[in-house]
């Protein structure tokens, strides 16, 4: 008996010798240990996952833990797909910010009110500590509540590949049903540029990483940070042919950005005297930053001059069809030039500086996706209506 047992396990060795001199791969138990050990590094792991409170989860990047947190709706059954928004917030870069304080943003609600009925809300965070734990220069490594989307970290893909694996992993999460035909994203400062980079292809020489292939957000929402950076946060060669609808929010008063060129705008505003610095160093037409040549958001004076709104309207397939006041802000429209089915709507808003909060909008704005299959009819009069809310706020 023992004889024979050789024998077959010598023929099963020959065997698995002749299929690897053949070019087949054969998956053994270490292979195959080793493989379920890669496909559980990269599964989402929560303490807890109840549908009556926030969530805090992980997933493996790297080697490293990345953090986020999940938020049910109140109407939330697992056997129903849900439409998904995911919540990046601003740079967390001071020295006196903790790590706790960093990862704090997780549990704070307020950016979930408008959302908790009818979306799973999924808010990001920048905190790895791969990043330096006292924060540094982008090119010596940037901050550990730092969104790294600048042109001197395209060596770093962590944050690209996080958002990457974690969507992926939501697609086949059999507790977290999400509608994978209406995924959204907000970004407020530096969380509004890396969506928005995320969304184009990520940094110009992202190649080894494929991004967008499996899925594609419907429409964004960015403020505070909204406007693109001349070839690092741009339309760039690797820019997806899917792009997402978007309500581009900002305040006329933002010190780090600008909405008019170098002009006075309608309301009597001088932009330039909100420049950081001022006046700024303004290079054919884009202002000088750290990072890089930055458009305007919109020039309402000519609007065929480059800007963030007229770069989005040509990749769309959008024109300018005028501006409409209203009490608290300004709103810039677009039409179809052909039967593009995107939507794009420009809201400045007035007296407000670099803090503003839209939740409100930015959620009747992706429902006209998820729940009126893009009738902007709906969003139309509900920008246009008076409203309380407090536009001026901290993020």
């Not at 020959?14 to 379920?36: K, N, R, Y």
């Not at 870069?93 to 704090?104: A, G, Q």
């Not at 407000?352 to 909060?357: F, P, S």
Request: hydrophobic residues 35%; contains cysteine.
């Amino acid at each position: 008996m023992l004889k024979r047992m050789r024998q077959l396990i010598q023929v099963f060795a020959i065997g698995i010798a002749v299929l690897h001199l053949l070019g087949f791969q054969v998956q053994t138990d270490e292979d195959s240990a080793e493989s379920t050990q890669q496909v559980r590094d990269s599964e989402l792991v929560f303490s807890e996952l109840d549908i009556n409170q926030t969530n805090r989860g992980t997933i493996n990047i790297n080697g490293y833990g990345r953090h986020f947190s999940v938020t049910f709706p109140t109407s939330y059954d697992h056997t129903v797909s849900y439409p998904v928004v995911l919540l990046f917030h601003g740079c967390m870069c001071r020295p006196s910010f903790t790590d706790e304080m960093i990862l704090s943003y997780l549990d704070w609600k307020p950016r979930q009110e408008s959302y908790k009925e009818d979306f799973i809300t999924i808010k990001m965070s920048a905190f790895s500590e791969k990043k330096p734990e006292t924060p540094q220069e982008v090119e010596e490594g940037g901050a550990r509540g730092m969104w790294l989307w600048h042109e001197k970290a395209t060596s770093n893909r962590d944050d690209y590949v996080f958002v990457d694996r974690l969507l992926e992993e939501l697609h086949v999460s059999s507790e977290i049903n999400i509608d994978s035909n209406n995924i959204f994203g907000v970004g407020h400062s530096s969380g509004a540029i890396f969506l928005m980079s995320y969304v184009l292809g990520g940094p110009p020489d992202l190649s080894e990483l494929a991004i967008n292939d499996g899925y594609a957000f419907k429409a964004i929402s960015v403020s505070g940070g909204s406007t693109f950076r001349k070839g690092v946060v741009d339309f760039k060669e690797n820019t997806p042919s899917t792009l997402p609808s978007v309500l581009h929010i900002q305040g006329e008063r933002d010190q780090g950005l600008w909405f008019n060129g170098q002009e006075t705008g309608k309301s009597g505003v001088n932009f330039l005297e909100f420049s950081r610095p001022s006046p700024p160093t303004i290079i054919d037409g884009l202002r000088d930053t750290n990072h890089g040549l930055t458009f305007s958001a919109w020039d309402e004076n000519d609007p065929s001059k480059p800007s963030t709104l007229h770069k989005w309207a040509k990749n769309l397939n959008l024109e300018y069809s005028g501006f409409k006041e209203y009490p608290k802000y300004y709103v810039y429209n677009f039409a179809p030039e052909s039967a593009s089915e995107k939507v794009l709507t420009g809201i400045r808003i007035k007296e407000c500086g670099h803090g503003v909060a839209a939740d409100q909008y930015q959620s009747d704005f992706f429902r006209i996706f998820s729940v009126h299959n893009g009738n902007r009819s709906d969003f139309n009069a509900a920008i246009s209506r008076d409203t309380d809310m407090l536009f001026c706020g901290p993020r």
